[in-house]
């Protein structure tokens, strides 16, 4: 029991100096930093013709919408997640779909939009370490939906993040599913 504590614990203070990076950035820096994300577009090993599921932005999360939107230019179908249990469900974005609060901040397509199953997951998250291990937010949202998904098929998780929030470690554990590859601002790195 000591020891998941103390993984939880550590996983915390990760988390914490992680998002205390990110935080500290400024805002031009953020912005500049998320439009580099789709020049490295053509570096993703995403199949042609995958549902890919982006994420709406949060605080000071990277913004993956221009990315997406060189996603949807390339053939792609994009859904957005929504909280909901057991698990994250995913609906289809279109351009001038209507939008609503997904919980946590997030918006994304209401319940009229198609639910769909993702190929790839494009996931924010608050920090990573070389070997693909990530942290989230420790709500385990994205963990339960990898879950699920991967009884459909293949899925292809791909960690969307600034360079700065890389952390030396991070305490895996086994339900925590580590990432196929981490996109920054510097470009692509597989971990596979």
């Not at 913004?63 to 698990?87: F, I, K, M, S, Y």
């Not at 949202?141 to 360079?163: M, N, Q, R, W």
Request: hydrophobic residues 40%.
């Amino acid at each position: 029991m000591t020891s998941n504590l103390s993984l939880a614990d550590e996983k915390h203070r990760l988390r914490k100096e992680a998002l205390a990076r990110r935080k500290a950035m400024a805002e031009i820096v953020r912005i500049e930093k998320s439009l580099a994300l789709a020049d490295h577009v053509s570096d993703l090993p995403i199949p042609a013709g995958a549902i890919v599921a982006g994420f709406w932005p949060i605080r000071d999360e990277i913004d993956p919408r221009p990315l997406l939107d060189r996603l949807r230019q390339n053939g792609h179908t994009l859904c957005l997640p929504v909280v909901a249990e057991p698990h994250l469900i995913f609906r289809k974005l279109d351009r001038g779909c209507v939008m609503e609060n997904a919980g946590f901040g997030t918006m994304a397509p209401g319940p009229n939009a198609e639910e769909l199953l993702p190929d790839v997951l494009l996931m924010p998250l608050a920090g990573f370490d070389r070997l693909g291990n990530r942290i989230g937010y420790g709500k385990g949202h994205y963990d339960t939906a990898i879950s699920a998904l991967e009884k459909s098929g293949p899925l292809l998780c791909i960690g969307l993040a600034f360079a700065l929030q890389e952390v030396e470690l991070v305490p895996a554990e086994g339900h925590d599913k580590p990432l196929a590859g981490i996109l920054t601002e510097d470009g692509y790195r597989s971990f596979c």
